[in-house]
Nanobody, 114 residues
């Protein structure tokens, strides 16, 4: 079955960096579009970045120029490199794929605070 397992979250100071990873299994990863979403307390879940199977990417305006999504098809893993982190980036970050229905990872907490 489809499984998405995120890792790499944590506590970081403003201006710092983190790299999130999402290990995927149970479907043809190389042919699938992959996304990162986030949900801050009291807010709706929002799309952060998407990478399509061909490698093209798109980003939320709030993270453009600071975050980079990438994928390693040999490792069935999608990454989110987050630089110049701000307190407003604090959220639970989720990996997402659609395979006839929505699949979400368990989420990884990112906290940006001094």
């Amino acid at each position: 079955q489809v499984q998405l397992v995120e890792s790499g979250g944590g506590l970081v100071q403003p201006g710092g960096s983190l790299r999130l990873s999402c290990a995927a299994s149970g479907f043809t990863f190389s042919g699938s579009d992959m996304s990162w979403y986030r949900q801050a307390p009291g807010k709706q879940r929002e799309l952060v970045a998407r990478i399509i199977s061909g490698g093209r990417t798109n980003y939320a305006d709030s993270v453009k120029g600071r975050f980079t999504i990438s994928r390693d098809n040999a490792k069935n893993t999608v990454y989110l490199q987050m630089n110049s982190l701000k307190p407003e980036d604090t959220a639970v970050y989720y990996c997402y794929v659609f395979q006839f229905r929505q699949y979400w990872g368990q989420g990884t907490q990112v906290t940006v605070s001094s």
